[in-house]
């Protein structure tokens, strides 16, 4: 079974501009969640998805957002883009039956900001 | 509010046993994860704690008090490749995990 897959693994954006990931997670699963890793800071959790639906987000502001195909897959979108978004961007996914699965985790995108 | 402690780093000695100690307090509860992080790569699942008590999964042990906010993941006979970041993660229910920041473990000869 192919495991979590994110495109792209490596962006360099400028300030003011807006970038788009993508997440395509195992297949089966129906949540995906997404995450923000800086060094210091941990993850941080961005949103969660499910069938097309998102059922909880963290305190990110309204640049943030993200939507859930019927397939499955996920994006989440950042506009006008800060230095301070820079970082490591992992989507998880899970049966999401109840949100009390293990989370099977993307490489990552790793978001460069200049 | 949600909050999270654990160590930043820790070093111990390959063969030996350390203790990574998680205190959380949290809007919610549904239980409590471990995953390891290798540098440069993704976070992988070791366990999860809904009980009270020690489960224990091969070199792996995961503790949970409940009552206390507290866990611990407890690593036996280490190795080299256990160098490597270990998050504790709590499910606050409504399909929300948080992450602490994150113990880097170091594991010398």
């Known amino acids: 079974k192919a495991g979590v897959t994110q495109t792209p693994r490596y962006l360099i954006k400028t300030r003011g501009q807006q970038v788009t990931l993508s997440c395509s997670p195992i297949?089966?699963?129906?949540?995906v969640s997404w995450y923000q890793q800086t060094p210091g800071q941990g993850l941080q959790f961005l949103f969660e998805y499910f069938s097309e639906t998102q059922r909880n987000k963290g305190n990110f502001p309204g640049r943030f957002s993200g939507r859930q195909f019927s397939n499955s897959r996920s994006e989440m979108n950042v506009s006008t883009l800060e230095l301070g978004d820079s970082a490591l961007y992992l989507c998880?996914?899970?049966?999401?039956?109840?949100?009390?699965?293990?989370?099977?985790f993307g490489p990552g995108t790793r978001l460069t900001v200049t | 509010g949600q909050n999270i402690d654990q160590p930043t780093e820790m070093t111990a000695t390959e063969g030996a046993i350390v203790q990574i100690n998680c205190t959380y307090q949290t809007s919610g509860f549904n239980g409590l994860f471990w995953y390891q992080q290798h540098a440069g790569e993704a976070p992988t699942f070791l366990s999860y704690n809904v009980l009270d008590g020690l489960e224990e999964k091969g070199r792996f042990s995961s503790f949970l008090s409940r009552s206390k906010g507290y866990s611990y993941l407890l690593l036996k006979e280490l190795q080299m490749k256990d160098s490597a970041s270990y998050l504790c993660?709590?499910?606050?229910?409504?399909?929300?995990?948080?992450f602490g920041a994150g113990t880097r473990l170091f594991v010398k000869a």
């Open positions: 297949s089966g699963h129906r949540s």
């Open positions: 993660a709590v499910d606050t229910g409504g399909f929300k995990t948080i």
């Open positions: 998880a996914s899970s049966p999401g039956l109840t949100g009390s699965y293990e989370q099977y």
